[in-house]
């Protein structure tokens, strides 16, 4: 059974950086793609990076792309989004989604 837990999310202030981590585990998961999603109160979910399943190719919404980096590390089974030049509208908990499958979510909030 696949599972996806993400880690990272916290406190940040505006500018500042931070690096989610997205662990798979449950089968072979480089055999697939990774997307990040976000969901803001209020707000629908919104797909903002992805990942295909060798890493060589990425994608990412013109909300975050410049800001945000996605990678992943197939031998260790995780994926991250490295976040930089943070805003107060990045303010939002974080998913992962491999498949059909999501994480739990990391809450982050961008504050002064």
């Known amino acids: 059974q696949l599972q996806l837990v993400e880690s990272g999310g916290g406190l940040v202030q505006p500018g500042g950086s931070l690096r989610l981590s997205c662990a798979t585990s449950g089968f072979t998961a480089d055999a697939y793609a990774i997307g990040w999603f976000r969901q803001a109160p209020g707000k629908e979910r919104e797909g903002i990076a992805c990942?295909?399943?060798?890493?060589?190719?990425?994608n990412y919404a013109d909300s975050v792309k410049g800001r945000f980096t996605v990678s992943r590390d197939n031998a260790k089974n995780v994926a991250y989004l490295q976040m930089s030049s943070l805003k107060s509208e990045d303010t939002a908990v974080y998913y992962c989604?491999?498949?059909?499958?999501w994480g739990q979510g990391t809450q982050v909030t961008v504050s002064s």
């Open positions: 989604k491999q498949r059909t499958t």
């Open positions: 990942i295909n399943n060798s890493g060589d190719s990425t």
